[in-house]
Structures are given as structure tokens and as C-alpha cells.
């Protein structure tokens, strides 16, 4: 399995411009993760979602993040307008259905590294 | 709610001497323990983690880390430290019985391992 693909790596963009990145979970994981990993708060988790459906957000910091998830092997992370402060860097994770009494876990993406300049 | 708490951001250690990463969590119910790795310009890899059961948990690349309830501990040790182990390391917990478990990270701790 060629594990949790994010694109892109890298983004260096304006502020006020519009980003999105990209995740493909690892296929049969029915939970996804949007992370966001910087110096001053470490690592945070914006979203999740099961089965496709987002069951908590309560993590995204501000309207200008949105996420979506249309099918099972691929889910969007958009920030508009963007600005400095959210640069950071961006990881996706995905995990398999929870067995009862136990806990799987997550596998982390590369990680998109965002600067808005 | 769960917290946790990662003493030192950064340790220092030599090759071949004992590694010591210190995690202490925060947990209203029985938590589930994690320890990630994070490589340079990586994610974040699974160590160990402690679930139920045994509470000295083994797990890749020589690592272990022992849950002490009594403590609300779960120190990652490694006997000998290799060039190769230098990376940040993450402590996490989540709640159990829950249909799904929050992961809740520290802060993380930078290992560096000298010649």
C-alpha cells in the first residue's frame, strides 16, 4: 500500500489567495484526519471524518477552513482567504474502523507545508 | 478533558547511552497511551501504544514505555540511543471506551544523539 497521500508538498502562496490540499486515505480506512502542526500550538486536529461524513470540526479555527470528503479515497482541505498566520504544516491521517475494546491507529501523510507570504 | 504534559522540548543524549523521554498525562477515565515519531520533513509514525493489558509496552526499533497509573506516566525509554533515533518524539492519549478516541498530542520532545 502506498500509504496516505497528500499533494501538495509544498505551497508557498499570497495572502488573500485561495488554497486547497489534497488527501488520499489508505483504502478500506473509514476515518480521516486533518491535522495542523505548528511551532507555537504543536499538533492540532481541525477535522475528522467517518465514513466520509465530518462528525467533528470543532477544531477548524476560523470560517475561512473548510473540508470535505466526496467519496472514500479522497477529501479537501480549503483555506480562503488565507494569511500568514496559517502557515504551518498541514497532515492528513486516515485509520481503520474501531474495533470494540480497542484502538487503531492512525497513519499520518507526508504533510503539506504551507507558507502564505 | 485530556492533556498531556512532555517534560523537556529538547534531550541530548550519546550514542549508546539510555534514552529517557518523559510524557505525564492528564485523563478523567482509563486513557489509552501513545508514543509517536516524527522524522524530518515526515509524518508521525506509531511507536507503541498501551491499550489494556500489560502496562510495559514494547515497541519498534528497541523502544518501551511502562504506563504507572499511580504516576499518570508513560515514560518512552530506549536502552541504547542510535544515530538513528534522532527525531521528535510525541506523547498522546486518548479516552477509552468512546466510539472514537481524540488523540490529545504533547508538545513533543526533539532527541539528538551525538557521536
Known amino acids: 500500500d502506498a500509504g496516505v497521500i497528500q499533494s501538495p508538498r509544498h505551497e508557498v502562496t499570497e495572502m488573500g489567495q485561495e488554497v486547497t490540499l489534497r488527501c488520499k486515505p489508505i483504502?478500506?480506512?473509514?476515518?480521516l484526519f486533518w491535522y495542523r502542526q505548528t511551532m507555537m500550538r504543536g499538533l492540532e486536529l481541525l477535522i475528522y471524518?467517518?465514513?466520509?461524513?465530518?462528525?467533528?470540526d470543532s477544531g477548524m479555527p476560523e470560517d475561512r477552513f473548510s473540508a470535505k470528503m466526496p467519496n472514500a479515497s479522497f477529501s479537501t482541505l480549503k483555506i480562503q482567504p488565507s494569511e500568514p498566520r496559517d502557515s504551518a504544516v498541514y497532515f492528513c491521517?486516515?485509520?481503520?474502523?474501531?474495533?470494540?475494546?480497542?484502538?487503531?491507529?492512525?497513519?499520518f501523510g507526508p504533510g503539506t507545508r504551507l507558507t502564505v507570504l | 478533558a485530556q492533556s498531556v504534559t512532555q517534560l523537556g522540548s529538547h534531550v541530548s543524549v550519546s550514542e549508546g547511552a539510555l534514552v529517557l523521554l518523559r510524557c505525564n498525562y492528564s485523563s478523567s477515565v482509563p486513557p489509552y497511551l501513545f508514543w509517536y515519531v516524527q522524522y524530518p520533513n515526515q509524518g508521525l509514525q506509531l511507536l507503541l501504544k498501551y491499550t489494556t493489558g500489560a502496562t510495559l509496552v514494547k515497541g519498534i526499533n528497541g523502544f518501551e514505555a511502562e504506563f504507572k497509573k499511580s504516576e499518570t506516566s508513560f515514560h518512552l525509554t530506549k536502552p541504547s540511543a542510535h544515530m538513528s533515533d534522532a527525531a521528535e518524539y510525541f506523547c498522546a492519549v486518548s479516552i477509552s471506551g468512546t466510539s472514537y478516541g481524540k488523540l490529545t498530542f504533547g508538545q513533543g520532545t526533539i532527541l539528538t544523539v551525538h557521536p
Open positions: 471524518f467517518n465514513n466520509n461524513v465530518p462528525i467533528d
Open positions: 483504502s478500506g480506512h473509514d476515518y
Open positions: 491521517a486516515s485509520s481503520p474502523v474501531r474495533l470494540a475494546g480497542d484502538y487503531n491507529e492512525q497513519f
